[in-house]
């Protein structure tokens, strides 16, 4: 009874709460997703919270904010360096960081998941908040491999919860896939795809399906490069400068492997693999998890499919 008094309220807000536009947004996870999303929500106007274990991982997710920010200052301030100080300054008073996810949600409108891709953790994770956090607000995930709607198992929040998929780098990326499970409300969804337009972001809509859109695409295509290379019809260099060159790719499909992370691939793959083991396209590859087990998982350990070590 209690579960369902608790879902009632939450989805069925009153008019003052639904009319309530997203300006506090907690980030939980200050990772290379966490901290680019925290980075455009704050320089769009809105105020946010990072969570992450320890202050150490936070001050750098801070420090990379900081480094983003310089780069988009250069762009859009090119002649005006007083104005890209001040753009990147009201940038960083808007974020805080916060070890306590719960504390850290006492204000949100929205709370954005971007921690590691493990169902267990995350569903432990949204049971913790959901008791923390305000009646209106709302629940999304960046995950790149579960099933959106598998996070619901232990929470009671089914209305106020959806997907907001953001691509890597966040600043530059202009997608947002915005998703929706069968128990979104209308309401909840309408205010996803305004925050997304808020965040000046291009918003796709799509059902809670395996990658959604980008993924379903991208990492099959960057999969099947791989086994290419594995079966020793071309080198990894040569794939890259095929795909870049023959088919207009900013990145060839390893460059974008060790961008993504080895890891994130496998977490993904594994996971279709799992919850699909006869699609012949989520077939488990040998030397992906070879990389990985050696923890050489890209750009971010100085080795992947190339090496990153300064020399
Ligand atoms: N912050 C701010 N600005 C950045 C940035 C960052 N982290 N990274 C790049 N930029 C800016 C640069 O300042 C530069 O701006 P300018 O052109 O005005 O000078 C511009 O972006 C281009 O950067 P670079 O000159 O350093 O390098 P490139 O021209 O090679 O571009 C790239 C880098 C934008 C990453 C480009 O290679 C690219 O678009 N790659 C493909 C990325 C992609 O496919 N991402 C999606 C991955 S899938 C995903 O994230 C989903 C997940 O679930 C797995």
Redesign the pocket.
Known sequence: MAHFVKTCIRGFSTSAVREQAIKCVTVIGGGQ?GA?IAQVAATTGHQVVIVDQSEDILNKSKASIH???Q??A??KFADDAKGGEAFISEAIDRVSIQTDATNAVGNADLVIEAIVENLDVKKQLFTVLDKAAPQHTIFTS?T?MSYVSSLLALTEWYMLFGGL?????????KLLEVIRIPQTSDDTFDKLLAFGKSMQKTTVNCKDTPGFI??RL??PYMVEAVRLVERGDASTRDVDTAMKLGAG???GPF??CD???LD??KF?MDGWCEKYPDNPLFQPSAMLNKLVEEGKVGVKAGEGFYSYKKK
């Open positions: 997703m680019g480094k983003s920010l780069r988009v250069k762009k960046n790149s998929h953001l691509f890597n780098p966040v600043p530059v990326m980008v993924n991208l990492v790719y900013p990145m460059e974008l961008y993504v992370g994130t691939m993904i």
